[in-house]
């Protein structure tokens, strides 16, 4: 069989140097009648064999009822079957084989590319960064970044939690909408469990933020994380972008180096797509957005209790002192991000007052409430001093 390099050759000679076949022939040890073929050919030979009957030709049929029924049907499964019907080749032929089937049966989803007007959504989501976050005390604990991209200029922000609870996903989704620094009309979240109520409902405390900021909602069906492709690709881009080699002191110092990362490098990129910086398309849609209200983070968590005898109170794992002095007395106790504060409901005086740790198992005390309790413990009880006759008037005679 003749390569390509020689029937290009035998086209070059007689083509453009007019050289005939006869010739060719017998310059070349070729028969004229394979000259002939390969001048004529428009297209350079090659090599083919005939197919080879597969093991699996005669379970075809069989093969694409199975995926007809259900499309999802795993290729594992598919081989159970057709293994009790006499099937003995390998698994892997099979799966090579269902991969090319199975769109026929279930077409692959199609997207298209959307656009979006400024200031009309603003998706969200939870990334979960790859390694424990530093908390101080030589501790480390399992972080979560709220993360928000708007749909016409692809800002974004991100802000750390400790837990997916609605009140941390509300208060980091406040503090991304500052840090964009205006209101979109909608937030986009896929079906999170502390947000959202059940059939496209949101939760009551993810209403009571929409509703207090002034913003509408919009959840994805189940399971469809490309119904929110922007905010999962900006979530890639972190990954590979931001995470890898950084070194954090605590969680403050995680958010500092986030915050820092996302004005210098995400928002102030060129996008890929947009072909545009997303900080700059930013100040366009701030135009078509409300601003921020005053009161935009939720409520603190709060609860009642009444000091006890031993005065401290437990949240998340850790003891918090309170002011001995108000034993006995109820207070309010309000847990934000950054502090726990508690205060008299009588009187409103500060029983506490202390920054929030995200280290566990821990007691923390105020130098002034282990002064107060000490000095309490060192005072010598009060006895009533009486004189010794009414003593003697006791005693019968």
Known sequence: MLDVEKWAELRRRHLVDGVSLKRLARETGLSRNTVRKAIRADSPPTYTRPKRPSKLDPFLEQISELLKDDTKIPSQVIGNRITEAGYTGRQTILDDLVRELRPVHAPSRRFQRTTYLPGEICQFDIWRPGEEIPVGHAETREGYVVVCCLGYS?????????SKTATDLTWGMARCLKKLGALPKTLVWDREGSLH??????????????????VGWHFCEAADPQAKG????????????????????????????????FDSKANARIHRELREVPAERLIIEHESMRPLPESLFPDPKSWVIRVPAQPFFRFDTNDYSLDPRFAGRRVEVKASQRELVARVLDTGEIAAHHRRRFAR???LTDPLHEKLLRKRELREPEVEIRPLDRYDALIPR
Do not use: K, M
Not at 154 to 162: D, E, P, Q, Y
Not at 197 to 213: H, K, N
Not at 235 to 255: K, V
């Open 197 to 214: 109520g059940g059939e496209g409902r949101p939760s009551a405390e993810f209403a009571a933020f929409c509703g207090s900021v002034g």
């Open 361 to 363: 198992h821990l007691t």
């Open 154 to 162: 692809r800002a974004g922000a991100g802000a750390l939690v400790f």
């Open 230 to 261: 922007v905010v999962e690709r900006l979530q890639g881009y972190i990954e590979t972008s931001y995470e890898p080699a950084r070194i954090y002191a605590n969680h403050l110092d995680y958010q500092d180096q986030l915050d820092n990362w």
